[in-house]
């Protein structure tokens, strides 16, 4: 399957380390990407390649990879990471790139 | 610095065609790739396709490959057009940078409504 699947919605205390995960079968051979989008705005490049972060992106943001699931961390999570979250990654069958249904998190 | 400039919001009528313009700024353009993502109203992003900044080959999303062109109008300028449009096309449209042939797009475009209405 080409498909990425991802829970529709995560809760997080203030300060707290969340984990937001992506599956799919191309995460066995492919590394996710991971976007932050808050509303009205544009995605957010986090988190690429073997936990790699963008210029800019605090490092409180890592990623990790297990078979077919890929995991985006957030370490002493912040009230401003209340967003959308979204993985992707290439695929082999099909489309060649291909996003997850998307992740809201929460900060209470 | 890397800038993605997109053309301003559109209004269609169903049947109609829709080009969407990306002018980019700050990089080499023949050293990436130019991607679309839309995002319909409250859903998630969906690729629509790709454009080589090198030699403009292209690759579609089988959804849309047979309404969609992508095309370098200038040496820095990437153009989406989509026809024969329907009211599930309404979306905003994002042009974003992408890292190679990965699935990593470093910049994106200010984003692009389209509406499709009668």
């Known amino acids: 399957s080409s498909e990425l699947t991802q829970d529709p919605a995560v809760s997080v205390a203030l300060g707290q380390t969340v984990r937001i995960t992506c599956q799919g079968d191309?995460?066995?051979?492919?590394?996710a990407s991971w976007y932050q989008q808050k509303t009205g705005q544009a995605p957010v490049l986090v988190i690429y390649g073997k936990n790699k972060r963008p210029s800019g992106i605090p490092d409180r943001f890592s990623g990790s990879s297990s078979g077919t699931t890929a995991s985006l961390i957030i370490s002493e999570t912040q009230a401003e990471d209340a967003a959308d979250y979204y993985c992707s990654s290439r695929v082999t069958s099909g489309d060649p790139v291909v996003f997850g249904g998307g992740t809201r998190l929460t900060v209470l | 610095q890397v800038q993605l400039v997109q053309s301003g919001a559109e209004v269609k009528k169903p049947g109609a065609s829709v080009k969407v313009s990306c002018k980019t700024s700050g990089y080499i353009f023949t050293s990436y790739a130019i991607s679309w993502v839309r995002q319909a109203p409250g859903q998630g992003l969906e690729w629509m396709g790709w454009i080589s900044g090198y030699n403009g080959n292209t690759k579609y999303a089988q959804k849309v490959q047979d309404r969609v062109t992508m095309t370098i109008d200038t040496s820095t300028t990437v153009s989406l057009e989509l026809r024969s449009l329907r009211s599930d096309d309404t979306a905003v449209y994002f042009c974003a940078r992408g890292m190679g042939t990965t699935a990593d797009f470093d910049y994106w475009g200010q984003g692009t409504l389209v509406t499709v209405s009668s």
């Open positions: 191309s995460l066995r051979s492919q590394y």
